[in-house]
Every structure is written in structure tokens, then in C-alpha cells.
């Protein structure tokens, strides 16, 4: 796993890079990767921006390097 920042943010090796969701086989910029608290535990999610569009979230496991 990468180092998380008090906040919450994941330092993530794919950040600010194109990436694929591959649940909904979007893609965009991994704008950040948070760490949030549930009642089961904690989930990473992945916040990913498009070119045109709106900014949407999928489980980091999801995310891959896009092949353009």
C-alpha cells in the first residue's frame, strides 16, 4: 500500500496520470485517492476527472494506467 497523509490522501503512483476505471471503462485524470471510514472498515476510493464531464469515484482497485 502507498503512504497516507494525515488527511486521508493516499500517495498514489498513478496521480495526475490517465487512467481507466475498469467497472464503468471510463477514463480521466487520477485527480486523488482518499481513504474513508466506514462501519466495515476503511475503503479506498479513487476520485477521477475526465476531460469533459463530471469528476466521478470508483474503489482504487479499479484504476489502471490508461493505454492511449
Known amino acids: 500500500m502507498n503512504p497516507v ?8 503512483p498513478l ?4 487512467v481507466r476505471d475498469i467497472a464503468s471503462r471510463g477514463e480521466g485524470v487520477l ?4 481513504h474513508e471510514l466506514h ?6 476510493v479513487a476520485h477521477i476527472r475526465p476531460a469533459s464531464g463530471a469528476e466521478w469515484t470508483t ?3 479499479n484504476i489502471q494506467a490508461a493505454s492511449f
Open 15 to 18: 496521480l495526475n496520470t490517465n
Open 31 to 34: 485527480v486523488a485517492v482518499t
Open 59 to 61: 474503489a482504487a482497485d
Open 39 to 44: 462501519s466495515h472498515g476503511t475503503v479506498r
Open 5 to 12: 497523509g494525515p488527511d486521508g490522501y493516499e500517495q498514489h
